[in-house]
């Protein structure tokens, strides 16, 4: 089978061949899978009590790049391109720890799929910020899906999340002034 390999001016040439080549077209939209997917993760509570955040940019994600296994074929800027699949139930029993991250970001966080290969969980926040958790870090993929997309296909490497990088959680309001 043939497939276009001209760009569309969302993504770069190689990032837009691996998910054409995986299955997504300019305007993919599969909301009732997003949905499916929303209402198991709203129902999951873990033997702990722990729940998970379900959110638009979350949602919006799973409509457009949900199901995907995204194989890249070329090499890697800094590091090997990532082998992933999109699909949220990779983290159904991970919402302590995506729960954790988010507390540590000062937002919350929702599963988006994972690299088999490398047993890395992919997430994504309130802000629509995607991360990778791993057992070496946790990694930050980009501000957007796709620039989250563009770094796991290109081999760019991530920066990993650090006291250094995670952002301090919004300050407090200024108490009211005090009346008599």
């Known amino acids: 089978m043939h497939t276009d390999r001209t760009s569309t001016t969302r993504f770069p040439v190689p990032v837009d061949a691996a998910l054409r080549d995986a299955g997504w077209t300019p305007g993919r939209w599969d909301i009732k899978q997003a949905e499916i997917w929303a209402d198991a993760l709203r129902e999951h509570t873990s033997p702990a009590g722990h729940r998970h955040a379900v959110f638009p940019a979350a949602v919006e994600a799973w409509a457009e790049f949900g199901a995907l296994h995204i194989s890249p074929t070329g090499p890697g800027r800094r590091i090997a391109p990532a082998v ?16 954790d991250l988010g507390r ?17 969980l992919l997430a994504i926040d309130l802000e629509g910020r995607v991360y990778a958790l791993d057992h070496t870090g946790d990694w930050y993929l980009g501000p957007d899906m796709d620039r989250a997309l563009t770094t796991l296909v ?11 990088t995670t952002p301090a959680p919004a ?8 009346t008599d």
């Open 84 to 99: 992933f699949h999109l699909d949220p139930i990779h983290g159904l029993h991970l919402a302590r720890t995506l729960g």
């Open 104 to 120: 540590a970001l000062g937002t919350e966080v929702s599963p988006l799929g994972a690299e088999p290969h490398t047993q890395s």
């Open 154 to 164: 290109s081999g760019t490497e991530p920066e990993r999340l650090t006291t250094a």
């Open 171 to 178: 300050p407090a309001p200024a108490p009211a002034p005090a």
